[in-house]
């Protein structure tokens, strides 16, 4: 009996069950939340306001410097590896 028993086991568990985990994994990756168009314009928007104060910053520190010559910013004013125009 125990001839017979495990190789229907066997092919049932590779024939029925890893579809079954396969395809029900697979469903359960299409239901989960995706980014929607309001939230990506949001990110934009944050992207480019992020950029701005950026940009006003380096303002603000130029003028000190200029006004200062001991001032020395806390960071490095621009970072080589890090690119603002970088999308994902």
Same mark, same amino acid.
Not at 1 to 23: H, K, Q, S, Y
Not at 64 to 75: G, K, L, W
């Given at each position: 009996? $125990?001839?017979?028993? @495990?190789? #229907? +086991? @066997? !092919?049932?568990?590779?024939?029925?069950?890893?579809?079954?985990?396969?395809? /029900?994994?697979? &469903?359960?990756?299409?239901?989960?939340?995706?980014?929607? =168009? $309001? %939230?990506?314009?949001?990110? =934009? $928007?944050? /992207?480019?306001? +992020?950029?701005?104060?950026? $940009?006003?910053?380096? &303002? !603000?520190?130029? #003028?000190?410097?200029? %006004?200062?010559?001991?001032?020395?910013? +806390?960071?490095? +004013? /621009? =970072?080589?590896?890090?690119?603002?125009?970088?999308?994902?």
């Amino acid at each position: 009996m $125990e001839d017979v028993f @495990v190789p #229907i +086991a @066997v !092919v049932g568990m590779l024939f029925i069950g890893m579809p079954w985990l396969i395809f /029900h994994y697979v &469903t359960k990756w299409k239901q989960a939340p995706k980014i929607t =168009d $309001e %939230d990506e314009r949001l990110l =934009d $928007e944050l /992207h480019l306001l +992020a950029r701005r104060l950026e $940009e006003r910053l380096q &303002t !603000v520190e130029r #003028i000190v410097a200029a %006004d200062n010559p001991d001032f020395r910013p +806390a960071r490095p +004013a /621009h =970072d080589d590896n890090y690119e603002f125009d970088r999308r994902n």
